[in-house]
């Protein structure tokens, strides 16, 4: 067991890193999604598309707290400079917004339809949305940044 913990270790700090960045990111969409309806009010429905600066001050959040838990604990750096490593940081992150905000708008409108009611807690469709958008994209980030941005 604890060999193939070291063998994978990367990936399991990229999982720590990537749950701790969303649970960044979600806490933030739950602030920006209830007080900035009341500054902007078409924020929960802006020309078809729901929540939409919540979804990129949140993301923003998520992605900042994610390139400085990847540099501190997941990924070797040296691969590019630092400014280079942190411009290509930011774009696969961008492209990753971009995914991330068309899926949230698809599973918002098509799949989570309703509330779970888990019974002790009950998680909104617009938190359901969130969290689906944020597994789905975080398989390509891990992928490329690895690949791509550090010492794959």
Known sequence: MK??????????????????????????FKIF???LPRIFSQENN?????????????????????YFLSIWFVFERGKHSKKREFAYFMFVSFFSTIL?????????????????????IVISKEILSKIAAILLVSIL????????????
């Open 33 to 35: 999604s209830v007080y």
């Open 100 to 120: 991330s905000l068309t899926f949230f708008q698809l599973f918002f409108r098509f799949m989570f339809t309703a509330h779970l009611d888990l019974g002790i």
């Open 46 to 66: 802006f020309h078809g598309i729901h929540f939409p600066l919540s979804n990129i001050f949140s993301t923003s959040c998520g992605i900042i707290t994610n």
């Open 3 to 28: 060999e193939l913990l070291l063998k994978h270790k990367q990936v399991l700090l990229f999982v720590v890193a990537g749950a701790l960045s969303a649970v960044v990111e979600i806490a933030s």
């Open 141 to 152: 980030n891990y992928t490329v940044k690895k690949k791509v941005i550090f010492n794959g």
